[in-house]
Every structure is written in C-alpha cells, then in structure tokens.
C-alpha cells in the first residue's frame, strides 16, 4: 500500500526524503545539562564592539515574540507548525553592535555542542532564541531554558541549552559540521554530509 497522499499546500512545506511526524522526538548527543538559574548566563563575544553578558532575569526580561515554523531534522523526520515564544535574533541584535568583519556566527551550548552559521542566514527574520515551543516551557531534553532555532536549516543547527553565541570572520565548523555533516544544511537542497560540498560550488 502505498503512503496516503499530502494536501498540496502541506506536501510542498515538506523538504525532499523527509516524512512527518507530530511528535516532537529528541536528538541529543550527550546528556541534558543541569540548569541553575543563579549560574545560568548568555554571552555575546568575538567581533563586537562590546562583549554582553546576560543573567537569567536579565535574558527574561527582554522583549518576547512568537513564531511559526517547520522544523526538519536530517534524520528524516519533519515537524510542521511549531509555535516558538522568546527573544528573536532580530531584538537581540538590536542590543549588539558587530564590527564590520564579523561575517559568520558559532552557537556555544552547555556540554560543549556547537554549530556554525552565516551572518546573513542567522539574522534571517524566522530565527529566534526559544524558551517556549507549543505553548508550553521547552522541556529539558529539547532545550531548557534556551534554544536557537534556526528554521530554514536542518535542525542540528538549532542549538539547544545556547549559552552564547560568537560572531567570527572566518567559518568554525561546529560539533556536527566537523563529524561528517553539511556545513551549510539547507534541507530543501538535502545538504546532509560533508561529501557532499566538494560537488558544490
Ligand atoms: N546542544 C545541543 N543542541 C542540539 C543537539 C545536541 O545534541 N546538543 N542536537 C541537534 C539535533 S541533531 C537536532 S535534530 C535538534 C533536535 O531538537 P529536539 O531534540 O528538540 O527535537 O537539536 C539540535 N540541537
Ligand atoms: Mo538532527
């Protein structure tokens, strides 16, 4: 038997070798960190004029918004309509001065987790630094008490217990992106392994 036909407008928001799912499945690599509020900080370093420094309460207390998004995990699975609530990238920026080198941005995450992103796919109006997703606090293991999310990107890009984010000049490939994995990640092109950027221009 085959798969029951998408409606249209749903089918062409699903990316190529990717399938559905309305779960939230979690992929982690390592355990989920312990959060303390009192240690918990957010930084902003590298090529800024100024470096910040977050508490919790302070991170809270800037303004919220809400987005919409699909979500596509490499490992083949799709998860449409994710309601994300926290800070987006957009009202943070507005508090970061770059200097004019900076061209290329590293996520930093408890545990060690990193991953990699061009300037300009980073400060695309969709990403967003999430506490909340479907009405409800991120649970632990998705990310609490903060995650970049990154929808036009293959997921291992959004970041989960994000602790800072570094702007560079040049491009560090992050824990997945030296592993094997895409640099870029583009799921509508299947930007899935490394090999794959030597056929690329
Ligand atoms: N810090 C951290 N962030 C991470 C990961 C991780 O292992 N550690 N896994 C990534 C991968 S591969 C995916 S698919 C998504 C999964 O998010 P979820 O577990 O909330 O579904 O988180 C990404 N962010
Ligand atoms: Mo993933």
Redesign the pocket.
């Known amino acids: 038997m085959g798969k029951p036909l998408l409606p249209d407008d749903i089918r062409h928001r699903v990316p190529p070798g990717q399938y559905l799912t309305t779960k939230?499945?979690?992929?982690?690599?390592?355990p989920t960190p312990r959060f303390d509020p009192a240690k918990w900080d957010f930084r902003v370093f590298g090529l800024v004029e100024e470096e910040l420094r977050f508490t919790y309460e302070e991170f809270r207390a800037l303004p919220q918004s809400k987005q919409v998004s699909d979500?596509h995990?490499?490992?083949s699975w799709s998860?449409l309509d994710n309601l994300w609530e926290g800070v987006s990238v957009t009202e943070l920026m507005k508090r970061v001065r770059l200097k004019p080198e900076a061209r290329f941005v590293l996520a930093h995450?408890?545990?060690g987790?990193t991953?990699n992103l061009p300037l300009n796919e980073f400060l695309d109006d969709d990403v967003i630094l999430a506490h909340r997703h479907d009405g409800r606090d991120?649970e632990p293991?998705?990310?609490w008490p903060l995650?970049l999310v990154v929808p036009k990107l293959?997921?291992?890009?959004?970041?989960?217990?994000?602790r800072a984010l570094q702007f560079t000049d040049v491009d560090c490939r992050g824990?997945?992106e030296v592993r094997g994995y895409h640099n870029h990640a583009d799921p509508w092109k299947e930007e899935r392994y490394s090999f794959q950027e030597d056929y690329e221009d």
């Open positions: 939230f499945p979690v992929l982690s690599y390592g979500f995990c490499v490992t998860r995450c408890d545990g987790y991953t991120l293991d998705h990310g995650r293959y997921a291992w890009k959004s970041a989960k217990w994000l824990f997945w």
